[in-house]
Structures are given as C-alpha cells and as structure tokens.
C-alpha cells in the first residue's frame, strides 16, 4: 500500500474521493480521444483499437482500482466496483440518450456490430456465475474461468471484426439512422504532432491510473469508516466514479452526431471491463475471486445482464420516439439502475 487514508476523517475522504472522481472524469475523457486519434494515425485495425486500445485507456483507472482492492485482500470492492460500472455505463447511455433529440438513439445507432458486442456482454457475464456456482478450482489461486474470459474476449474480438467485415444482414435505413462515415466526418480533426500525442497519452495515463489507485484507497477507508459493506462502496460509489469517462464521452459523442461511436463505446466498453473480474481474480491470492461472490454481487450481475438484455431489444425495436424524447428501453434501463441502487444501499 502506497498511502493510507485510513486515519482521514469522513469529510477527508470524501473530498478526496471527489477529486479523484474528478480527475477521471476530465482526464480520462482526453484520454479517450487521444487514444482514438493515435488508432486512427498508427494504422490500428478499427474494432482491436476501439475495443482494447480506446476501450482499455478509457477503463485504466477502473482495472487498476479491482487489482489493487483483490490484491491487498478486498474482494468485494474489486468485484462491486467491476459489476457496479456495469450497470452505471450502461444507464449512461440512457442518459446520452436524452441527449440527442434527433430521434431514439438505438434507433439512429442500430448496427450489426452494436448487437453483437451486446451479445458478447451478456454471453461474457454469465461466465462469473458459473464459475460461482461450481466447485473452487484454481491453479496457483487462478480460477479457470479467468482464462476463459481472456479466451472469449479475444475471440470475441475476432468475430467482430469478421462481422464488420462481412455482415450477413443490417438495419434497415430510415432518415434518422447515422452512418458511420457521415460521424466521422462531423469529429473535429487533431491538429497535434503524433509524438506530441503518444506525449500526451503517457501524462494523461498517469493521472488516471494514479486516480484509479487512489479511488480504491479511498474506498477501503469509506467501508471501514462509514460502515457500509465492500460490495455496497464497490457497487455504488467505485464503480461509478470510475466509469465516468464514458459518460462525458457517450454525451460529447451524440452532440456531434457521432452516435455508433457513443454506443460502441459503451457497450464494447462493458465487455472489456467484464475482464476487471478475471484482473482481480489473478491479483486475489485468497482463492478464487468468483467465490467472493456476496448475493448483491450476484444481483448486480444479473441486473447488468437484465439491462444489456433490454437495449438489445430496444436496438431490434428501433422505437422513432418514446417517453422524454427517449424509447421505451432507455427509461426503462434508468428505472433499473435506480431500482438496483436502493438495492445495494437498502
């Protein structure tokens, strides 16, 4: 352990807490687009660079917070603060929903490729409750079920990129739907040098991995100031704080008109932060992680499950107009992730 706030006194931490939220947020965000301008100039394929690169970049503070926390022997922060952004990105992208009055975004933003990282989400997810379900297997306090995750990531990545490659169907075209091409024209160009770039990219790293580390910090003194469980901090409070770069992305990404972006980002962006448990399981040497499981952490899965599964109905709807200028799946997904909330914190 690096630093210790445990002596910190509630306001302390908290104020901490928030600055290093803050940090994220803002540093995190020009992460995001630096890495995507760095894909784009070093010739990177398009779904590997946006789902690893970007997606990595942009999820650096959130897997350095669930392999401190399972490292220094608190699981349940490493496994709330993995599920727990889960379902904040995911109601985030009901929130960019609002944003863009043009039309519904899973209707303006349905795409072969946003269903089937949809797909990949849910399919990924069902991993760790199995894995919880069965007998504690591990291989120098490895569960198998880690390796099995990096298997179908990688796999999944694979089958993405044969899917955008070759698409055996798409979404029908209406005048709202956007198109990839006219987005990346409506993206602002970086006019920087590309060693200025990589330049920047390390600085901005930094910041966000030494946030990550502090906001897991921060949250083991929250549990044991505040008397509030591991999963509930996790859940609520950590995974929140840092998932949000891709809030601020999502909303910045539908102002533009950039709305695949906005989408894949997101939902490609819960598949790679499903791998924070298979992070944490390889840094928990108190056995397997997925046996760390408490019942929030099962109802989180499945809540991240339930409404991963209701924008990929939402998306096959392509519902025009709906409550607020948004459809039918965006409220509800709101409604869920307010309900799972009162859960946890109950």
Not at 156 to 164: M, N, S, T, Y
Not at 165 to 179: D, F
Not at 244 to 262: D, K, Q, Y
Not at 269 to 296: K, R
Request: proline share 3%.
């Amino acid at each position: 352990m690096l630093v210790d706030f445990s002596g910190l006194p509630l306001v302390g931490l908290a104020a901490i807490f928030l600055g290093c939220a803050l940090a994220i947020a803002v540093a995190g965000t020009r992460l995001a687009g630096v890495a995507d301008t760095l894909a784009d100039r070093t010739g990177m394929g398009e779904i590997i660079a946006g789902a690893v690169f970007v997606g990595g970049s942009t999820s650096l503070p959130g897997i350095i917070t669930s392999m401190t926390t399972a490292a220094e022997d608190h699981p349940g922060l490493a496994i709330g603060n993995a599920v727990g952004g889960l379902t904040a990105q995911t109601a985030f992208l009901a929130i960019a929903d609002l944003a863009y009055r043009r039309a519904n975004l899973e209707h303006a933003a349905a795409s072969v490729t946003g269903l089937a990282q949809a797909t990949l989400l849910v399919t990924m997810l069902t991993v760790p409750l199995i894995a919880m379900a069965t007998p504690e297997v591990t291989l120098w306090h490895v569960h198998p079920a880690t390796i099995a995750l990096f298997v179908m990531y990688a796999l999944g990545l694979r089958l993405l990129a044969q899917i955008k490659a070759e698409p055996m169907w798409s979404p029908v075209s209406t005048q709202a739907t956007r198109e990839e091409a006219e987005q990346a024209a409506a993206a602002p160009a970086d006019r920087r040098t590309t060693p200025r770039l990589w330049w920047s990219f390390a600085g901005l790293a930094a910041v966000t991995a030494a946030a990550g580390y502090s906001i897991g910090e921060t949250s083991v003194a929250l549990v044991a100031t505040t008397g509030l469980s591991e999963t509930a901090v996790g859940t609520v409070f950590t995974g929140l704080a840092n998932s949000l770069p891709e809030l601020v992305t999502a909303i910045a990404a539908v102002r533009i008109g950039a709305v695949n972006l906005a989408v894949g980002d997101i939902i490609g962006g819960n598949a790679f932060e499903v791998l924070f448990l298979a992070a944490g399981d390889l840094f928990y040497t108190g056995g397997s992680i997925y046996h760390a499981f408490t019942p929030d952490d099962v109802f989180t899965t499945a809540m991240a499950i339930l409404m991963t599964g209701v924008l990929l109905l939402g998306m096959l709807r392509r519902e025009r107009r709906g409550i607020a200028n948004i459809g039918w799946e965006s409220a509800l997904v709101l409604a869920l992730y307010a309900g799972s909330i009162v859960v946890i914190l109950g």
